[in-house]
């Protein structure tokens, strides 16, 4: 048999990449704005005719390019911005792939005029789906001009594919806002058609928030909280809309990586649960955020055309972010406004953005020390209370106590002022007024903390059942099962397969409060799967929510006094104590002196 295997002609190698790179005229202007920025422009124009079906055209005043640079930017994996494998670990500009312009070329009629600052003409090409029909030199302004026709004229199958004008212009306008959004210190024009659709000065005006207002209008000069975050990982800028300006309909939310516009329900979460109580059921707060992170800790080589991004330890950037928006809507003030203020050490750590981030990382060493039990020790100081702390500073996963002692055990220091109040909430008098818990939040946080240490250390202890139960769950929820077993058992449980999608639980873990041994285990797998659905979260902290929230005590359960007295004891031994894993306050401080006001008595 002959051989029959051949190379294909790049024309039509480059075609193939095309369908990855240039799906609609958008991802072309896209491509072509990039590169503008990329190549140090402080002036970008994008022309664009019949919704850039007709044509796309970036004029820029970059850097321009050499004769021979401009013939080798149409080649495919052709890049002047990455040289060896390593620099794809150090990026940081929007392109590196080169394979914009050969895939761009591939399918339309594309012209570009181009020179450097150092020579006196630049060079004209002309190519024609891949072919260079014309090269020569041409007078010109420094910089980049570059038109693309008739996209996809050689591939009707594309073209007809092409969405209504309003549709590919829409999408135009998408990718053109993200970018002016990265990029306030550029200034930048956009024709459609006979009309200017963006006129975005720079300059002394050129800040982000004046970058706002010119893309979005007037409206939002009043509704924009700056937020700001820093920690030694990751920086976190940017503006959030005040609550009351949350839209019904998604669509302006912007997250940026080192100015990248990225996607990510993870991070959009962070900033939802920053919002959380503050907005109406279903609408979306509007943000700009941007992530400056070292290149090193993020992976932006996957697909050209996809927004995500990976982080090494993407946990932390989600706290960092939360803690930012959360700060910008002054939620975060509670503590520390109320609990210290007399202590200026206190406050400086607390307040300053770094030591808010800090609380808000779990578990993670490099943050520990902001918050520590002696700030917390502060809001009960003079209260004659030393069932409070009464332990040592715990380092070991047995510091928390989230066994609720069975009514009737004593303790033996009485808590002068602790009542349940309809069941639901905790009052005790602290320094400074009246501290109102949550107890179903204040609990799910002991547990889940307890639980993340269990996880970590697999230092959980059992209580083995007397009479071990058969649970058959679906086929899906058994190999689920099967898949996190060893984090199932790390929580405490005892369990073996017993026949088809059948589990024998033998053991629970220990000192929980629980109906049964069944409604646990299966409650943990229906509410682990149901934050697999709603949230991304790793996997332990997943599993560590989902048996907080089953276990947890829940309003309306009445608690004896030393229930309460130890449940308040190990919240403030809570690495987190202040908020519910689900980012709800568990506590409120109604201030002495507010009251004081509302009885006239200051
Ligand atoms: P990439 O941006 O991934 O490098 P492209 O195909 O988009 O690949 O561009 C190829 C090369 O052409 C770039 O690396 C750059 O050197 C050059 N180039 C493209 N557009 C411009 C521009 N507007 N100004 C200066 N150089 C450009
Ligand atoms: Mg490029």
Redesign the pocket.
């Known amino acids: 048999m002959p051989d029959i295997i051949q190379l294909l002609p790049d024309s039509i190698a480059n075609q193939i990449a095309a369908g990855e790179v240039v799906q609609r005229p958008a991802s072309a202007a896209k ?2 704005l ?3 920025i ?2 140090g ?1 402080k002036t970008i124009r994008l022309i664009v005719k019949d919704a850039g079906k007709g044509l796309l055209q ?1 004029i ?1 005043n ?4 050499s004769e021979t ?1 401009a013939r ?2 149409l080649e495919r994996h ?4 990455i040289r060896k494998a390593e620099d794809l670990f150090t990026i940081r ?10 895939s761009i070329a591939a399918v339309s009629q594309l012209e570009m005029k ?1 020179r450097t600052a150092d020579k006196e003409l630049g060079t004209l090409l002309v190519v024609e789906a891949s072919e260079v029909k014309k090269q020569e030199l041409v007078a010109c302004e420094k ?2 001009s ?1 038109s693309v026709k008739n996209l996809f004229y050689n591939i009707p199958a594309r073209r007809n594919f092409l969405k209504s004008n309003p549709v590919e212009l829409k999408h135009i306008i998408d990718e053109f806002q993200r970018l002016a959004l990265a990029h306030s210190e550029i200034s930048f024009l956009f024709i459609q058609g006979d009309d200017v659709v963006y006129d975005l000065p720079m300059g002394k005006s050129a800040s982000l928030s004046q970058r706002i207002v010119n893309l979005f209008g007037k409206a939002y000069q009043e509704q924009l909280a700056p937020c700001q975050e820093e920690t030694e990982y990751v920086t976190v800028t940017g503006y959030v809309g005040k609550p009351e300006f949350a839209r019904k309909t998604r669509g302006e939310q912007f997250l940026f990586v080192n100015k990248r516009f990225i996607r990510s329900n993870y991070l959009h979460h962070a900033v939802m649960t920053a919002f959380e109580g503050l907005l109406p059921e279903n609408s979306f707060p509007f943000y700009v955020i941007f992530i400056e992170i070292d290149p090193r800790h993020i992976d932006v080589n996957v697909h050209p055309t996809k927004t995500e991004i990976k982080f090494d330890d993407e946990r932390a950037v989600y706290a960092v972010v939360r803690a930012a928006v959360r700060q910008s809507l002054g939620t975060h003030n509670l503590a520390p406004t109320i609990d210290f203020r007399e202590d200026v050490n206190v406050m400086s750590k607390l307040g300053q953005s770094s030591g808010e981030a800090a609380r808000e990382v779990y578990f993670d060493e490099r943050f520990q020390t902001a918050l520590n039990r002696s700030n917390w020790e502060k809001l009960f100081e003079g209260e004659g209370s030393s069932a409070l702390f009464r332990q040592e500073a715990p380092q070991s996963a047995q510091r928390i106590e989230h066994k609720l002692p069975p009514a009737g055990d004593s303790i033996d220091v009485p808590e002068k002022t602790l009542t349940q109040l309809h069941d639901k909430f905790i009052l005790r008098q602290v320094k400074n007024g009246l501290m109102i818990v949550d107890q179903q939040g204040a609990h799910e946080r002991i547990l889940f903390e307890k639980f993340m240490e269990d996880l970590k250390y697999k230092s959980a202890a059992t209580q083995q059942s007397l009479f071990p139960k058969t649970i058959t769950f679906p086929a899906a929820d058994f190999s689920l099962i099967m898949e996190i077993e060893q984090e199932i058992k790390a929580l405490g449980f005892r369990f073996e397969v017993f026949g088809k999608n059948t589990v024998l639980i033998n053991g629970v873990p220990a000192n929980l409060k629980y109906a049964g041994e069944k409604q646990l285990f299966e409650g943990l797998i229906d509410q682990f799967k149901h934050n697999q659905s709603e949230l991304s979260l790793p996997l332990p902290e997943n599993l560590a929510r989902a048996l907080a929230k089953r276990a947890s005590v829940k309003a309306g359960q009445k608690l004896e006094k030393e229930e309460m007295q130890v449940l308040l004891n190990s919240l403030f031994s809570c690495k987190t104590p202040n908020y519910s894993p689900e980012g709800m306050p568990t506590f409120y401080i109604f201030e002495l002196n507010k009251l004081e006001h509302y009885f006239n008595r200051k």
């Open positions: 491509e072509l990039e590169n503008s990329d190549a422009a970036i820029d970059g850097a321009g390019m640079d080798m930017s052709a890049t002047s911005k500009t929007m392109g590196f792939r080169g394979e914009a312009l050969a181009t910089g980049t570059i």
